[in-house]
T-cell receptor, first 111, second 117 residues
Framework: GNSVTQMEGPVTLSEEAFLTINCTYT??????LFWYVQYPGEGLQLLLK?????DKGSNKGFEATYRKETTSFHLEKGSVQVSDSAVYFC??????????FGTGTRLTIIP | NAGVTQTPKFQVLKTGQSMTLQCAQD?????MYWYRQDPGMGLRLIYY???????DKGEVPNGYNVSRLNKREFSLRLESAAPSQTSVYFC????????????????FGPGTRLTVL
């Protein structure tokens, strides 16, 4: 069936380090893919999205590419900042009204 | 635009009490959703409404009821609160136009933190 698997956390990095958070999915069709970010005490905000194979979503220095061959949508950032500390959720739309979320990855950036 | 608003922000209940969480969106979206977020569990869908006048169960509907009052408003009711319902509740909305993949992102409210003693 359809599912989403997200890298477990927590992840702790030093400022300016390179970030990767892995996300893979299992689907019978061609889903839409999303990354959401949740800052402390707030709701989820859409960070970036991709709706077809080889699309690259980008925002605030974060990037993720829709890889159909590996069914992946890994989140990357070249140089993280303290302000990037948050919980990151991968989410997939399998063609209906609902989103299926990964379990979330808590990211802490140390100055 | 205010986006998605939720009231109240915080609530403490005793076991057996009832309450209604309110949600409203001003983006003219068709679909609305209620989630709960528990530590280590990510987000779990309680109920959703694909369009005005329809509601459907999500992953964890037991102990909850919903009402899609109109296109803007979607409320969540706990008839007899239990400690297991202590959680943070999020409402979300989506334009969800069938066949148009780019419109199925969801927009979230700020959440209601509920404690049941």
């Amino acid at each position: 069936g359809n599912s989403v698997t997200q890298m477990e956390g927590p992840v702790t990095l030093s400022e300016e380090a390179f970030l990767t958070i892995n996300c893979t999915y299992t689907a019978t069709g061609y889903p839409s893919l999303f990354w959401y970010v949740q800052y402390p005490g707030e709701g989820l905000q859409l960070l970036l999205k991709a709706t077809k194979a080889d699309d690259k979503g980008s925002n605030k220095g974060f990037e993720a590419t829709y890889r159909k061959e590996t069914t992946s949508f890994h989140l990357e950032k070249g140089s993280v900042q303290v302000s990037d500390s948050a919980v990151y959720f991968c989410a997939v739309n399998f063609g209906n009204e609902k989103l299926t979320f990964g379990t979330g990855t808590r990211l802490t950036i140390i100055p | 635009n205010a986006g998605v608003t939720q009231t109240p922000k915080f609530q403490v209940l005793k076991t057996g009490q009832s309450m209604t969480l309110q949600c409203a969106q001003d983006m003219n979206h068709n679909s609305m959703y209620w989630y709960r977020q528990d530590p280590g569990m990510g987000l779990r869908l309680i109920y959703y409404s694909a369009s005005e006048g329809t509601t459907d169960k999500g992953e964890v509907p037991n102990g909850y009821n919903v009402s899609r009052l109109n296109k803007r408003e979607f409320s969540l009711r706990l008839e007899s609160a239990a400690p297991s319902q202590t959680s943070v509740y999020f409402c979300a909305s989506s334009a969800h136009l069938p066949g148009l993949a780019g419109y199925n992102e969801q927009f979230f409210g700020p959440g209601t933190r509920l404690t049941v003693l």
